[in-house]
Every structure is written in structure tokens, then in C-alpha cells.
């Protein structure tokens, strides 16, 4: 029995050593296999328009070792986005001993050339176990693209039936591709009713933006110039505003109306209607979910040229001038006071155009004094058509009597639009003042004859009845005046001294609790530098996830001592969103938004683990947070 427990686990032992050598075998076989791999380049399309944005990839996959980051030369190019990302990556074994099975990397980037022509893209290049491994190439044909060439793409109906414009909306107009120049994911459009006009004129200005998908709002960063012209908007600028479809060739957009505006021009002359710049994030919600690569694309609109003529000739000599139409009438609350009353003309004025600017007629009159006017005036917009009334009051003071004539009020009027010279009216007012005129009584002289010389004195009895004669009243008083007291300026000096003593211990504690709060700003600062130097440690330890996490806490902690307000529970895209917001540089952000999301990444692949990898990202982590503590943000909105 002893024996055959002997024999069983000779057997047993005879098994496991055979199994082991066949696992050492079969490793040693794995590790001395020839490593091998391969890159592949694609692109969304072959054939693009100037200006169009595309997507290119480039995935190297690696057997037996680390597919290392794929190289591509687009200098003809410009990247607008790049994403890397390591989908697959499997290891054998344990510890040290662990052994690269297989993996992948891969380079996603959105691009649009720079120039017309025809370009070879590639190839795309990695290294493999110290080796590099190459794809092949693709051809790229670049043509012009519409409303570049001259050519502009014809605007289409979205939908058969269904026009592209309804009616009412503040969808743009059909016809001609003006005003822009086409690119294939994004563009903004100026739109003018007209290109000529006369000083005074209204021209109304649109801008548009057309884009096939938004990732997240647009932000405005330039708003256009109107040097020489008065600006009157025609939309609540604070309002979201709503898309419509509109075909451009064969390529539908959404359309969104930005900003409409009414300009009147104040001079002769070529006046310039600047351009609009704005970020246009391409793209939509899901893409950020799933991780594709988002484009913010620099998106500027075509300053338009106005040619401003002169007005005609037919004008009243010496009369104002107003451009539109009028309408004015004038009243009176009196038609007759007596001298030194007041009186109140007002005179009400109506119409279309720049009615505010129109001037105030002078009244002088000999004999009439004359307040300065109070002016109301409202600025109103009828079929997008400005216009207003304006009111002025004048109060009149007669300084003497007799009939004053106020008026006629007349302006020449210029209709645009009939190209006729009219004139307005508000007839001649009567202003009749009775009395006596209004002066200052003259001092009486004393040598004048027709003065009496004395006032005859009363009878003895009723002098004795109204006892002694003052010359002056006065108060008699039971006690001394407050002010004679000797504590009165005592009291009188206790309450500024109090609102002394009130401000000193308001500024004491403001001080110090500014000292508090910039004390713990500084030992926070220290705090996240310090967390780079945790950094620079953990690479001699070669702790990578220590290493990475290092790096993003102290870009987190110097942005929230900047920003005033905690960061962790931001997405990355919200994160860059409210640097943006609050006056950070978008390029600034972006590089914010990369470096964090490039370091949560990294710390789970085993290329973030290479030591030449840490040192390069703990650099660029040490520029940024120097450029993070120059910055000063702006206020953030309640």
C-alpha cells in the first residue's frame, strides 16, 4: 500500500514537471518568435472641396510588442483635431515577467488642405519592438470649393413643397451664395438689403451661420465694425436663436441667425460692414460620449462694402433735414396768461428713419423767456422698419405783454425709397400775454416830494395803551442755546468720530480676512506644486498611475485656486467650456483639456509607463501650470 502511495505521486510529480517545461517551452518559443506588425492608413473621403473638413486614421497593430504611436506627415494639411486612443493591448504573465501578447494604437484627425491641388498623404509609420513599420499612401484631390471660384453654390429648397425660407421666419434668403465664402462643415454669410444708399438711409445688415452639426453652442468672439454708421439691433441679441434647413448645392445646413441689425449711414463714402469672427465646435452630443474627436473650428464672415452717396438736391434752403418720413404737430396748454405765467409749447414729432437724431428747433423771441426743452423720445421697430417719436417741452415765461408768435416748424423730408423731397409742418402757434411787464421794483428816493416827511403821531391815549416800542423781535428763552453748551461739541464730534472708529474695524476685518483667504490661496499654489515634484518621484519609482495622478491633481488645484470654485466634478469639455468662460485664451483651454484627458489616459497604457514619456508630459505640466498661475479670470456670471 506504502508503495503504490510512492509510485502515485512519483507519477503526479513526473506530470507537473512535465507541465512546467512545457510552459517555460512555450514562453521561450513566445518570446523568441519574430515580432511583427503592421500600420493602415483611411480616409473619410478621396476627393474634397477647399476648405472642407475630413477625417483621417491611422491604426498601427503590433504581435508580441507594443504598437508604438503612428507618425504622418500633413505639413499640406491643416490639423483642426487629434485624438489618440489604444483600443486593444493584451499582456501574459505577472509582474516584471509579463509579456506583450498584442496591441493597437490608434491616430484619429480631422484635417481641411490648405490649397487646391492633388496630395499624397502617408505614409504612416510606427515603431514595433525596434523596428519601424510603414502603411501605404492615399491621394487626397483637392478642388474649389463653392463661392470661391467665383461660382457660387445656387441655395435650393431643403425639400420638394417645402420652401427654404418660411414666411415670417428669420430663415436667410434663396438666390445667390453672397456674402460668404462656402466651406463644407461650417460658414458664416452677411446678408445687405441693398449696397448702395443715401447718408440717412436704413440698411439692414443679417448674419448667418451655417453648419451641418454642432457639437455645443458657438461663442461670438468678434462682433463686426460699423465705423460710420448709427446701429439699431433688430433681434433680442440675448436670445437663442432657431435653425432652419437650407440646401447649398447638394449638402444641407442648418441655418442659424445671429445678429440683425439696422445701419444708417452718417457720412458719404465707402463705408465697410466688418467682419464677424466667431468658434464653431462641429460635431454632435454623441460624439463626446462615445469619444470621437471634436473639431472648433475659426469660422469669420466677409466685411461688406456699403457705397454711401450724397443726398440729392431739392431740399428748402435753411430748413433741417431729416431722411424717412414725418409727421409733427404743436400745442399749447394756454393760448393766453397773464405776464410772468408760464406757458408749455410742446411739439410731438413721428415717422420713420433715424427720428432721434432729429435736431430741436431754436426758439428766441424778444420779450420771452425760454427754459431748456425736455426731450422723450423712443426708438421703435415696425416690419423691421426703424423709426420713433420724438417729443420736446419747452415752458415759456412772458416778460411783458403782448402777442408772441411761436412756429411754423418745418423740416424737409427725403424719401429714400420714392425718391421725392417733401416738406412737413406744425403750424404757427398765438401766444397772447396781459399786464403789467415783470421787474424789480426801483428803490424809492428819499428826496422825492410826493414822500410824506413823517408819519403824524397817535393821540397820548392810545400811545400810553401800546406800551414800549421794540425797533426788533427776539425769543425770550428760559435756558442757554444747545450750541453754548460745553458738551455740545462733544456730542457734535461723538458721531463722526463713531463712523471713524465703525470704518476702521470694517477695513481691519476686510484686510484680514483678504490676508486669510490669500494665505490659504498661496499654501494651496505651494500644495500643487509640490504635487509635481510628487511627480518627478514617482518616475524615479516608476509608479506610473501615482506619476499621472500627481500631474492632474495639480492642474486641478492651481486652476480651482484661480477660478475661485472646485473643478473635480467638471467633464473635461465642461472644464475647458468654463475657462472660456471666464476669459481664458480657447487655445490656452484646449491644451488644459488635453493635458488632463491625455493623463487619465496614460495611466492606464503601458506607453504612458516609459519613463522618456512621464519626463515629457511633467514638462509640458510644468509650463502649463506657470501659464495657469498668470492667468486672471474674469468674474463669473450670477
Known amino acids: ?82 485624438q489618440v486612443s489604444r483600443p486593444m493591448q493584451f499582456t501574459f504573465g505577472m509582474g516584471g515577467q509579463q509579456q506583450i501578447v498584442e496591441s493597437t494604437t490608434r491616430l484619429a484627425l480631422l484635417v481641411r488642405a490648405r490649397r487646391e491641388g492633388r496630395f499624397e498623404v502617408g505614409p504612416a509609420s510606427a515603431v514595433v519592438g525596434g523596428a519601424r513599420i510603414s502603411s501605404g499612401t492615399i491621394t487626397i484631390s483637392v478642388g474649389g470649393g463653392a463661392g470661391t471660384s467665383g461660382q457660387p453654390a445656387p441655395l435650393t429648397n431643403p425639400g420638394a413643397g417645402q420652401p427654404s425660407t418660411p414666411p415670417g421666419s428669420n430663415g436667410p434668403p434663396s438666390g445667390p451664395l453672397d456674402g460668404a465664402i462656402y466651406d463644407d462643415q461650417a460658414f458664416l454669410r452677411t446678408v445687405v438689403d441693398r449696397h448702395e444708399a443715401v447718408v ?14 454642432l457639437a455645443t453652442q458657438p461663442q461670438i468672439t468678434q462682433q463686426p465694425s460699423t465705423d460710420g454708421f448709427w446701429v439699431h439691433d433688430l433681434l433680442d441679441r440675448n436670445a437663442p436663436p432657431d435653425a432652419v434647413m437650407q440646401r447649398v448645392g447638394s449638402t444641407s445646413f442648418r441655418v442659424y441667425t445671429l445678429r440683425r441689425f439696422a445701419a444708417f449711414p452718417l457720412r458719404e463714402g465707402e463705408l465697410t460692414i466688418g467682419a464677424m469672427e466667431m468658434h464653431v465646435p462641429i460635431g454632435n452630443p454623441l460624439d463626446m ?39 409733427v404737430e404743436s400745442s399749447l396748454d394756454r393760448a ?7 406757458v408749455t409749447l410742446d411739439l410731438h414729432m413721428t415717422g420713420r428713419g433715424q427720428v432721434d437724431a432729429i435736431s430741436t428747433p431754436a426758439i428766441r423771441i424778444d420779450g420771452l423767456r425760454v427754459l431748456q426743452p425736455e426731450i422723450d423720445q423712443r426708438t421703435s421697430v415696425t416690419g423691421e422698419r426703424v423709426g420713433g417719436d420724438r417729443g420736446v417741452r419747452w415752458l415759456l415765461v412772458p416778460e411783458r405783454p403782448g402777442t408772441y408768435t411761436l412756429g411754423p416748424f418745418r423740416w424737409a423730408v427725403f424719401d429714400p425709397e420714392a425718391q421725392q423731397w417733401s416738406t412737413v409742418e406744425a403750424p404757427a402757434l398765438t401766444l397772447v400775454a396781459a399786464g403789467n411787464a415783470t421787474q424789480v421794483p426801483a428803490t424809492s428816493d428819499p428826496s422825492d416830494p410826493s414822500e410824506p416827511d413823517a408819519i403824524d403821531a397817535p393821540d397820548a391815549d392810545e400811545a400810553a395803551s401800546f406800551g414800549p416800542v421794540r425797533t426788533s423781535s427776539a425769543f425770550a428763552r428760559r435756558s442757554a442755546r444747545l450750541a453754548t453748551t460745553p458738551f455740545f461739541a462733544v456730542g457734535l464730534g461723538l458721531g463722526p468720530l463713531a463712523l471713524l472708529v465703525t470704518g476702521l474695524v470694517f477695513l481691519a476685518r476686510r484686510r484680514r480676512a483678504a490676508n486669510v483667504e490669500a494665505g490659504a490661496a498661496d499654501r494651496a499654489t505651494r500644495e500643487s506644486r509640490r504635487k509635481l515634484d510628487d511627480a518627478e518621484r514617482a518616475i524615479g519609482a516608476k509608479d506610473t498611475r501615482a506619476f499621472y495622478a500627481a500631474v492632474m491633481q495639480s492642474l486641478k488645484q492651481i486652476l480651482e485656486v484661480r477660478l475661485g470654485r472646485a473643478v473635480g466634478s467638471l467633464t473635461h469639455a465642461e472644464l475647458k467650456r468654463v475657462l472660456v468662460d471666464r476669459g481664458m485664451h480657447a487655445a490656452l483651454a484646449l491644451r488644459v483639456k488635453d493635458e488632463l484627458e491625455g493623463a487619465e489616459m496614460a495611466r492606464f497604457s503601458a506607453a504612458g509607463g516609459e519613463e522618456k514619456e512621464m519626463r515629457s508630459t511633467l514638462e509640458r505640466a510644468r509650463v ?7 492667468f486672471t479670470p474674469t468674474a463669473e456670471d450670477e
Do not use: K
Not at 336 to 341: S, W
Open 336 to 342: 393766453q396768461v397773464p405776464t410772468g405765467d408760464a
Open 289 to 327: 460620449i462615445f469619444g470621437a474627436p471634436q473639431a472648433d473650428l475659426v469660422r469669420s464672415s466677409v466685411p461688406v462694402q456699403v457705397t454711401v452717396r450724397p443726398l440729392p438736391a431739392g431740399a428748402a434752403a435753411g430748413m433741417p433735414v431729416h431722411v424717412g418720413a414725418l409727421s
Open 624 to 630: 502649463l501650470f506657470t501659464e495657469l498661475q498668470r
Open 1 to 82: 500500500m506504502n508503495v503504490s502511495r510512492a509510485a502515485h505521486r512519483a507519477s503526479h510529480a513526473t506530470i507537473v514537471a512535465v507541465l512546467s517545461c512545457a510552459l517555460v517551452s512555450w514562453l521561450t518559443a513566445s518570446s523568441a518568435r519574430a515580432q511583427s506588425g503592421e500600420c493602415r492608413l483611411a480616409a473619410e473621403t478621396t476627393s474634397v472641396v477647399l476648405g472642407q473638413v475630413f477625417r483621417l486614421e491611422a491604426t498601427c497593430h503590433a504581435q508580441g510588442a507594443e504598437a508604438g504611436m503612428p507618425e504622418l506627415d500633413l505639413s499640406d494639411f491643416e490639423v483642426m483635431s487629434r
Open 200 to 213: 440717412g438711409q436704413q440698411i439692414t445688415v443679417t448674419f448667418y451661420l451655417y453648419v451641418r452639426s
